[in-house]
């Protein structure tokens, strides 16, 4: 069955790095573009960043583009998000999430998500 | 950046009512709409495709409608497992954008 497990989220102070890393497994993780959802403590969801199957191609919120770099290994089944500059507003669950097999910008399967806290 | 606008915030409604939750797009998104489910501490999980294609598994109570700017989701028969807070998401173009949500309590 798809699993999408995140990790490398943590506490960090503003300004601050973190890379996330999700793997993936029980699907053909370079068939598929992927995507970064966030949600901050008791708040909705907020759409993050999107890459194609192959890496070729990226997008981002436009209140996030600078600070963030969506990347992956498809060697590895890996997924990652470098965030740069972070700031308090950043805290939040970040969740990878699989592109739909009916839609690249759909969502079918999601990770458990990992905590970013950004304070200092 | 297309906004999306759902309504109500929150309902409380009896198991076996009825539940409809709308959604609306400032600009039309064709049927290029979806809905998640997510109970709390959990990730969201996909109901609904295409404004009206049920996912793999999911309970054919739930229903979705609409396309260009305004859209719906129903439960037909609300169960106790249904109380969650439910998403809309445009996918006609980037960046995708989410509704509110909506917060569904069982009386």
């Known amino acids: 069955q798809v699993q999408l497990v995140e990790s490398g989220g943590g506490v960090v102070q503003p300004g601050g790095s973190l890379r996330l890393s999700c793997a993936a497994s029980g699907f053909t993780f370079s068939n598929f573009a992927m995507h970064w959802v966030r949600q901050a403590p008791g708040k909705g969801l907020e759409w993050v960043a999107f890459?194609?199957?192959?890496?070729?191609?990226?997008d981002y919120a436009d209140s996030l583009k600078g600070r963030l770099t969506i990347s992956r290994d498809n060697s590895k089944n890996t997924l990652y998000l470098q965030m740069n500059s972070l700031r308090a507003e950043d805290t939040a669950v970040y969740y990878c999430?699989?592109?739909?097999?009916?839609?690249?910008?759909?969502?079918?399967?999601w990770g458990q998500g990992t905590l970013v806290t950004v304070s200092s | 950046d297309i906004q999306m606008t759902q309504s109500p915030s929150s309902v409380s409604a009896s198991v076996g009512d009825r539940v409809t939750i709308t959604c609306r797009a400032s600009?039309?998104?064709?049927?290029?709409l979806a809905w998640y489910q997510q109970k709390p501490g959990k990730a969201p999980n996909l109901l609904i495709y295409?404004?009206?294609s049920l996912q793999s598994g999911v309970p054919s109570r739930f229903s979705g409608s609409g396309s260009g700017t305004d859209f719906t989701l129903t439960i037909s028969s609300l169960q106790p497992e249904d109380s969650a807070t439910y998403y809309c998401?445009?996918?006609?173009?980037?960046?995708?954008?989410f509704g509110g949500g909506t917060k569904v309590e069982i009386k």
């Open positions: 890459i194609r199957y192959d890496g070729r191609s990226q």
């Open positions: 600009q039309g998104i064709n049927s290029w």
């Open positions: 998401q445009q996918a006609n173009s980037f960046p995708l954008t």
């Open positions: 999430a699989k592109a739909s097999t009916t839609g690249y910008r759909t969502f079918d399967y």
């Open positions: 295409a404004a009206s």
